[in-house]
T-cell receptor, first 118, second 113 residues
Framework: GAVVSQHPSWVICKSGTSVKIECRSL??????MFWYRQFPKQSLMLMAT?????????EQGVEKDKFLINHASLTLSTLTVTSAHPEDSSFYIC??????????????FGPGTRLTVL | AQTVTQSQPEMSVQEAETVTLSCTYD???????LFWYKQPPSRQMILVIR??????QNATENRFSVNFQKAAKSFSLKISDSQLGDAAMYFC??????????FGAGTRLTVKP
């Protein structure tokens, strides 16, 4: 299957700072990218969906000014956690999908980024 | 909104035996996809099996098969000849044709040697 990478895999930051997480589709063009958050021993919760060149669509309850998503190219999406606080500590997973909505296109997952805010 | 329910937080199976993980979902749509994903300790999501709602035939991938009951909105995963490497969190997921993927709460599967 196709490969989705994330960088960094683990980041520790101080409270109040901003952290950027990159998600790249390495061998396909991702027209749609998804960001999920997973707390320990819990499921993946969708945070936002982004289409290349468009503004991201955020799920209810997710602060768009706090979690800035940029999908500037067909192979790169970034999630910036602004003014991070300890409660933002979590595992963030990106996922990417090629093609349009009319046909089935598999969704590939990155390996995740563990964020720890001190 | 679509919801996915996994009612078994934990399951255990003896090596070489068969285990079934349950999943139900709620949707008003007729065209959608259902998935089972495995998440090992590395936390990398691994696709186990996929079912398209318009297909009546249950999907099968080697030792993994599903029982898809569209009218009952049920989608269970059967793992045959369980192996130690099958131990992981298993998530049931729903995706509408143009939409995003939603996950159930997960079932932690333990395989006993």
């Amino acid at each position: 299957g196709a490969v989705v990478s994330q960088h960094p895999s683990w980041v520790i930051c101080k409270s109040g700072t901003s952290v950027k997480i990159e998600c790249r589709s390495l061998d396909f063009q991702a027209t749609t990218m998804f960001w999920y958050r997973q707390f320990p021993k819990q499921s993946l919760m969708l945070m936002a969906t982004s289409n290349e060149g468009s503004k991201a669509t955020y799920e209810q309850g997710v602060e768009k000014d706090k979690f800035l998503i940029n999908h500037a190219s067909l192979t790169l999406s970034t999630l910036t956690v602004t003014s991070a606080h300890p409660e933002d500590s979590s595992f963030y997973i990106c996922s990417a999908r090629a093609g349009g909505a009319r046909s089935y296109n598999e969704q590939f997952f990155g390996p995740g980024t563990r964020l720890t805010v001190l | 909104a679509q919801t996915v329910t996994q009612s078994q937080p934990e399951m255990s199976v003896q090596e070489a035996e068969t285990v079934t993980l349950s999943c139900t979902y709620d949707t008003s749509e007729s065209d959608y996809y259902l998935f089972w994903y495995k998440q090992p300790p590395s936390r990398q999501m691994i696709l186990v099996i996929r079912q398209e709602a318009y297909k009546q035939q249950n999907a099968t991938e080697n030792r993994f098969s599903v029982n898809f009951q569209k009218a009952a909105k049920s989608f269970s995963l059967k793992i045959s000849d369980s192996q130690l490497g099958d131990a992981a969190m298993y998530f049931c997921a729903y995706r509408s044709r143009p939409g995003d993927m939603r996950f159930g709460a997960g079932t932690r599967l333990t395989v006993k040697p």
